[in-house]
């Protein structure tokens, strides 16, 4: 009888995107890491290995554990806190597991050839369910019929977190923004929950460490430098062909390998085939964008961005399979190539431009607002 029509009796917490995101980043860190760890020292065995007599405990073992215990925390504890360590906790797991996956789908065992690609392709899913969480939350508050539910649940855990460990100006005026962010009446669950947030109590800012402050001045530099580089239209040119040259690579570097005999005893052809078929259609895109450029520019940068998109969501799972792990320099530009397309968005432009506005717009009492709608 609680169940609405918006979640079934599921609710989607207000940072599960960003905690997903979060566990996606992690577990790609950790993969990148424990490659470089074990080629640096020759891939140990800890243990001994089974060969010289001894127990060799894999990693994977200690993957499982993780993704356990992150999973315990967020049994156990509540709020944000607990689940952002969660998040970061198995994700370390998560990225320790799914790096041994090639002895989990092969007999060729850690350095089964199309391991990289599976692992690939197992964090665009994830980074894939992210972007579906934000947008689902994004059309839950605007159109389902159950939002205002929505809204006063995530209201009660943001009140919960502020019973706990207070709450910062900043986070109750967001709690009450999401709370009120409607035309309808208040009903008597959203002013007692507003009445909470108001007597929850309040959380000083703390002090950033001196590298958190370093990184954020960091951030804050290279955000200004993006945008005033975003702002020239000659970089938008450099970009858009620097897709396309992008796009041309693997063409022309199997082209050469197959004039040089470099191709002689090569197995993966299906991985070659499926990265050629997507290099081919991500250059024929960003031939179209970078053509459209003088003509139509929004159009132009969404078929730009469709072609690194071809590139990132399919191309790159062949190019892992045939390159291994060398492939993450063309998989970081291609990344690098989108972020700037992403910049020169009308639609960016004017998303930054009404958070700033939220942000900057006053906190009012949702009890004053109650009293002028009567």
């Known amino acids: 009888?609680?169940?609405?029509?918006?979640?079934?009796?599921?609710?989607?917490?207000?940072?599960?995107?960003?905690?997903?995101?979060?566990?996606?980043?992690?577990?790609?860190?950790?993969?990148?890491?424990?490659?470089?760890?074990?080629?640096?020292?020759?891939?140990?065995?800890?243990?001994?290995?089974?060969?010289?007599?001894?127990?060799?405990?894999?990693?994977?073992?200690?993957?499982?554990?993780?993704?356990?215990?992150?999973?315990?925390?967020?049994?156990?504890?509540?709020?944000?806190?607990?689940?952002?360590?969660?998040?970061?906790?198995?994700?370390?797991?998560?990225?320790?597991?799914?790096?041994?996956?090639?002895?989990l789908v092969a007999t060729d065992g850690y350095f089964y050839r199309p391991a990289p690609g599976i692992i690939y392709l197992s964090f665009v899913a994830l980074?894939?369910?992210?972007?579906?969480?934000?947008?689902?939350?994004?059309?839950?508050?605007?159109?389902?019929?159950?939002?205002?539910?929505?809204?006063?649940?995530?209201?009660?855990?943001?009140?919960?977190?502020?019973?706990?460990?207070?709450?910062?100006?900043?986070?109750?005026?967001?709690?009450?923004?999401?709370?009120?962010?409607?035309?309808?009446?208040?009903?008597?669950?959203?002013?007692?929950?507003?009445a909470l947030l108001e007597a929850v109590p309040e959380r000083p800012l703390r002090k950033a460490a001196p590298h958190h402050e370093a990184l954020e001045r960091a951030r804050g530099w290279a955000s200004a430098r993006v945008a005033q580089l975003a702002s020239k239209r000659r970089l938008v040119h450099l970009v858009a062909w620097g897709t396309t040259l992008q796009a041309a690579v693997l063409l022309i570097a199997v082209a050469a390998e197959g004039l040089t005999g470099g191709l002689d005893g090569e197995t993966q052809w299906t991985a070659i085939a499926g990265a050629l078929a997507c290099s081919l259609a991500s250059l024929v895109l960003s031939l179209r964008g970078t053509a459209q450029l003088l003509r139509d520019r929004d159009t132009a940068l969404r078929t730009l961005r469709a072609a690194l998109l071809v590139d990132l969501l399919v191309g790159q799972v062949f190019k892992f399979t045939i390159n291994q792990f060398s492939g993450v320099t063309d998989w970081l530009i291609s990344l690098a190539l989108l972020y700037l397309l992403c910049q020169f968005s009308p639609q960016l432009t004017h998303r930054q431009a009404e958070r700033t506005r939220a942000a900057e717009r006053p906190s009012t009492p949702l009890r004053a607002t109650t009293g002028q709608a009567a």
């Open 1 to 103: 009888m609680f169940r609405t029509p918006l979640n079934n009796g599921f609710l989607r917490t207000a940072s599960a995107a960003a905690h997903l995101r979060l566990f996606v980043f992690v577990g790609v860190v950790t993969v990148l890491v424990t490659r470089a760890f074990l080629a640096l020292t020759g891939y140990p065995k800890l243990g001994g290995g089974a060969g010289n007599g001894g127990l060799h405990i894999s990693h994977m073992l200690w993957g499982g554990l993780l993704m356990l215990a992150g999973l315990l925390v967020m049994l156990v504890f509540t709020g944000v806190a607990s689940r952002r360590r969660g998040a970061v906790i198995g994700g370390v797991g998560f990225g320790l597991f799914i790096d041994e996956v090639g002895k």
């Open 127 to 194: 980074t894939g369910l992210a972007w579906w969480v934000a947008r689902r939350a994004r059309t839950d508050r605007q159109e389902a019929p159950g939002a205002g539910a929505a809204r006063a649940a995530r209201a009660a855990d943001a009140a919960l977190q502020g019973l706990l460990c207070g709450l910062t100006a900043q986070e109750r005026g967001e709690a009450l923004r999401r709370l009120r962010s409607t035309d309808a009446r208040p009903s008597a669950v959203d002013e007692a929950l507003a």
